[in-house]
């Protein structure tokens, strides 16, 4: 991976690939939405593959040349649906936002109905977000996390469901620790004859490894992302009922995208295919253990976790009871400039700005790819903790970032 090619042509680009394959080697990726993926999953994504147009699908293509590109996405396609299990798999999406616009796409008229969980609440942007098209395209109401528990409150869900009417109701999360229950929302969805679209971006791999419940089979369409918690590098999916094939498939191409990016198609086919050892079910168990490990041992310091713990990849801790003067975002440089790599987020109830949040969030699986066993993140909590009550003290963040560089080199990535 030293890029000579690159480096011939373009030494600014060269320096900048070393510099992030040293940051990456050297700093802690605890950031819930990233992981690292194999070496093969890199040489597939970087392969000729980003040559070829293939818009259409397998055996139907508007062009030539596309017997490579049909072998590898019905690769994926198989793959994935041993996997998860669905009926159907589109493998096409750019990422976890592209697919959810193909489930909207698919069933939605603008200014259809969507009901889903609130940003600061641990939704995400596509899911109705003001900023996002589907506040601007779509009638938008959301529910919560209950303020005592913080776990997702199903009776305000459904008596919010009940007034509102939707036309879809959306379930999975992008800050959310605890397990979903998913009969529970299509129970609610049924009882208003809405769709439900169970977003698992965060979780795919979880799923796939049988260590969350899956929504697949339950929910009408389950989207996710490629790149989190599956390290299949980056990209989206939608998995559904064969009823909803045809549709769901005419709203990725040609509805909201062009020709695939088929090097990521590749990426995927590897990652899956790494997915289906045995090993990867014990790597899934091993990111929710070191979930929380590292919540407990957040807790043990005094810091609020959001829900009080986690039963997934993350850990969301909500920084006002304990600091009540230091905003997530504060933590994250701190932690940032100790090699300690994870984001300020907000919280439910949430009173500082999205820019400036109350809380941190931090996820395991990159580090459980690297290896790090329970003892190895419980010293990480014990560092994310020391710079967190003492986020001024530049020795605190020096011996922090020393000892963190120790873990790296420990624990290596790429050898
Ligand atoms: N940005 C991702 C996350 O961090 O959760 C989701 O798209």
New binding site residues.
């Given amino acids: 991976m030293d890029h000579e090619h690159v480096r011939e042509v373009d030494p600014a680009v060269a320096d900048a690939l070393a510099g992030e394959r040293d940051r990456q080697e050297q700093t802690l990726a605890m950031?819930?939405?990233e992981n690292h993926v194999s070496e093969a999953v890199l040489e597939a994504q970087g392969s000729v593959l980003t040559n070829k147009y293939a818009e259409g699908y397998p055996g139907s293509r508007y062009y030539a040349g596309c017997e490579y590109a049909d072998e590898v996405e019905e690769l994926v396609i198989e793959r994935a649906k041993e996997l998860w299990g669905a009926e159907h798999v589109n493998v096409q999406p750019h990422s976890?936002?592209q697919a959810n616009q193909a489930v909207y796409y698919s069933v939605l008229e603008p200014g259809d109905k969507i009901l889903s969980l609130e940003l600061n609440h641990g939704g995400?942007?596509s899911h109705g977000h003001p900023a996002n098209f589907t506040g601007q395209l779509y009638d938008v109401e959301q529910y919560e996390v209950d303020p005592e528990s913080g776990y997702i409150d199903y009776e305000g869900l459904r008596d919010t469901a009940e007034s509102f009417d939707p036309d879809i109701i959306v379930s999975g999360y992008?800050?959310y620790p605890r397990t979903v229950d998913w009969e529970e929302i299509q129970a609610a969805a049924d009882a208003v004859d809405a769709y439900h679209l169970a977003d698992i971006?965060?979780i795919t791999g979880l799923v796939a490894a049988g260590v969350h419940p899956s929504p697949v089979g339950v929910a009408d369409f389950v989207t996710g992302?490629t790149h989190k918690t599956i390290r299949a590098g980056r990209g989206g999916i939608v998995m559904c009922d064969a009823e909803f094939a045809d549709d769901v498939d005419a709203a990725v191409f040609p509805g909201g995208q062009g020709g695939p990016l088929m090097h990521n198609v590749a990426g995927k086919a590897v990652g899956f295919k790494e997915a289906l050892q045995p090993e990867f079910e014990e790597y899934a168990r091993n990111v929710v253990d070191n979930a929380e490990v590292l919540a407990e041992t957040l807790r043990e310091h005094g810091l609020s976790l959001v829900s009080g713990g986690t039963d997934n990849h993350l850990v969301l801790a909500d920084l006002r009871d304990s600091h009540p003067d230091l905003s997530g975002g504060e933590a994250e440089d701190a932690l940032a400039a100790a090699n300690i790599v994870l984001?300020g987020n907000t919280v439910p109830g949430e009173t500082r700005s999205p820019f400036d949040p109350s809380g941190i969030r931090a996820g395991t699986a990159g580090l459980t790819t690297r290896g790090f066993d329970a003892d190895a993140v419980e010293e990480v909590g014990e560092l994310i903790y020391r710079v967190v009550d003492d986020v001024d003290s530049d020795d605190v963040i020096y011996e922090v970032g020393e000892r963190v560089v120790e873990l790296c080199e420990a624990h290596p990535l790429y050898e």
């Fill in positions: 950031i819930a939405s976890g936002t995400h942007l992008s800050a971006a965060h992302s984001n």
